[in-house]
């Protein structure tokens, strides 16, 4: 079974660019997260989505973060524009979801490593 | 707001010796505890998941207990191999919602 599949791994930019990150989740996966990690942390939740609906998006910095899950399926996450405290490493996450009836263990991508000059 | 403390940060031991990772949280109405592992430059590996119901999980030479009345989950590996190092992260679930400790790294000499 394939894992979580995310793209880039890698991204350098310069500041106030914009930058875009891709993810495409387990086959049959409800719910997808994004998480944002900085050095020597744990992750923090960004976004959580039910399908394409996004249902916890307390944590997204809204006047430069956003998020978009059109079909249910893959998401992307976007910032614009960045600033320097966005380097970090961006990860996604799924599980079977709220209906699934299955316990919610998360499966994370390999994350994409963002740095911001 | 859920915490979540994983103490030592670091650890350091010979090859063969066992492993105990501490893992603390301060709001025991939780819904699963996650533990994964972390390879540097690499993404999160579920390593075990207990149920709140549970009071521990073993997969090969992993076991973790889970005690929410004290806030307390430990992971212990037996018969620690240089593979095994790496970043290890306790994340306790709040409904959906993962709340991670820092993690402990873990270094085991050859």
């Known amino acids: 079974e394939a894992g979580v599949v995310q793209s880039p791994r890698y991204k350098i930019i310069e500041k106030k660019q914009p930058v875009a990150f891709w993810c495409n989740p387990i086959?049959?996966?409800?719910?997808l997260y994004w998480y944002r990690q900085n050095l020597g942390q744990g992750p923090e939740l960004l976004i959580r989505?039910?399908?394409?609906?996004?249902?916890?998006d307390s944590q997204l910095p809204k006047d430069r973060f956003s998020a978009e899950r059109l079909k249910g399926v893959d998401s992307t996450l976007k910032i614009q524009p960045a600033e320097l405290g966005d380097s970090a490493v961006y990860l996604c996450?799924?599980?079977?979801?709220?209906?699934?009836?299955?316990?919610?263990?998360?499966?994370f991508g390999p994350g994409t490593r963002l740095t911001v000059l | 707001k859920q915490e979540v403390t994983q103490i030592p940060a670091a650890l350091s031991v010979p090859e063969g010796e066992n492993l105990v990772l501490n893992c603390s949280f301060t709001d025991s109405a939780i819904y699963n505890l996650q533990w994964f592992r972390q390879d540097p430059g690499k993404g999160l590996t579920s390593l075990l998941l207990i149920q709140s119901s549970q009071r521990e999980q073993t997969s090969g030479r992993l076991n973790a207990s889970l005690d929410k009345s004290s806030g307390r989950s430990t992971l212990y590996i037996a018969a620690s191999q240089p593979g095994d190092s790496a970043t290890y992260l306790c994340?306790?679930?709040?409904?959906?919602?993962?709340?991670f400790g820092a993690g402990t790294t873990v270094t085991v000499r050859a």
């Open positions: 996450a799924s599980s079977p979801g709220e209906t699934s009836g299955v316990t919610n263990e998360q499966f």
């Open positions: 086959s049959g996966h409800n719910t």
């Open positions: 989505y039910e399908n394409e609906e996004a249902v916890d």
């Open positions: 994340a306790v679930a709040d409904d959906y919602k993962l709340s």
